[in-house]
C-alpha cells in the first residue's frame, strides 16, 4: 500500500488495472513501482499492460517494471509551458496544472518533485539531467565517457564544460549508486566557482552516493574542489563510499582553498574510498590540498580507504 502526502489526484493505470504512476494534488510523480529512464528510447510495441502517452510516436511508456521518458523530469517549476494539443495536463481541483507530459520533447514538467523511483543513469547527458532532480535516487546502467564535456557550456571565452550537481542553494540530497561501473573523462573549468566536482555540494543525510569510479578526470575550480564531491555539506554532510577517482584536480583560488582528489571539503562520512593522480593548489593563504579530501571540518566517523589497485 502506498502513502501521500497529498491524496492522489491522476493515476495511470496498465489495461490490467495496476496502477503504474499517479499524480498527487501537490504536482508530485509517484512511479515507485517502476525504474524509471529518463531520455531513454520509447519502445513502440510489445506494450501489453502498458500505460502509454504518444504524438505521432510514443513518448511515455509506464509499465509494472519501467517507466520509459524521452526527456527528462523537470520539478519544482513556478509555472509550467503553454500545452499544445497532443500533451497531456494533469490540473488539480482548483483548475491548477500540476503536472504536464510534453508530446513534443519527451520532458514531463512538475509543480512538486519526482518521487519513489530509481532513475538510471546510462550516459553524461543523462548525469548533468540530475540537477533537475536533486533529491532523486539515481543508479548507474552501464559505464560510460563524458570526452564530450571538453566542449560543453562555451561562456564566451573557454569551455566550462560539465555544470557541478549540487550548489549551495540547492545541494545534491539524494542518492546516487554507480553499482560499480566507470565514467571516463568528466572535464570541468571553473576556475572562479565554488564547490566544483561530479556533485558540487551534497548534504543533509541521507545523501548518499557510493559504487563509482571516475577516471581521468580534468576538474578546476576556485574552492572547495574534489573529483568527485566540491562540499560534503558544510554543515550537515552525507556519505561517501566505495569510490575512487583518478585524473587532475586543481584549485585557482588565491586563499582559503580546500582542494582534494576525492572530495575537497568534508563534513560527512568518507569510507573505503581512494585517489591517485594530481592534486594542486596556486592558494598562497590558507590553502590544503590532499590527496583524498583537501580539508575535514569534522571527523564524524573514522575514513578507512581502500588500497589503490
Known sequence: MRHYANPPLWQAKATDGTVVMTVDSAGNLDASST?????????????????????????????????YIAGSILESQSSLPATNGSDLVVKNSGGTAVALFETTTGNIYLKA????????????????????????????????????????????SKYQGFEPVGSSTSPFTGKFDGKGYQITGLYINRPTAYSVGLFGIINSSPAEIKNVGLLNVNIT????????????????????????????VSSSGSSDTFVGGLVGLS????????????????????????????YIILAQSPIPMLPAP
Open 35 to 67: 525504474t524509471v529512464q529518463t531520455n531513454a528510447t520509447v519502445p513502440q510495441s510489445g506494450l501489453t499492460n502498458s500505460f502509454v502517452i504518444k504524438s505521432t510516436t510514443n513518448r511515455f511508456v509506464f509499465n509494472k517494471t519501467n517507466a
Open 113 to 156: 518533485k519526482s518521487c519513489g523511483a530509481t532513475i538510471k543513469v546510462y550516459n553524461c547527458t543523462d548525469l548533468q539531467n540530475m540537477k533537475n532532480n536533486l533529491s532523486g535516487t539515481y543508479e548507474l546502467a552501464n559505464s560510460f565517457s563524458c570526452a564530450t564535456t571538453t566542449t560543453w557550456n562555451w561562456d564566451g
Open 221 to 248: 575550480g576556485n574552492n572547495n574542489v574534489g573529483g568527485l564531491v566540491g562540499e560534503n555539506g558544510m554543515a550537515n554532510g552525507g556519505t561517501i563510499s566505495n569510490s575512487y577517482s583518478t585524473g587532475v
Open 267 to 294: 563534513n560527512g562520512t568518507i569510507s573505503n574510498s581512494y585517489s591517485t593522480g594530481v592534486v594542486s593548489s596556486s592558494g598562497s593563504s590558507n590553502a590544503d590540498a590532499g590527496g583524498l579530501v583537501g
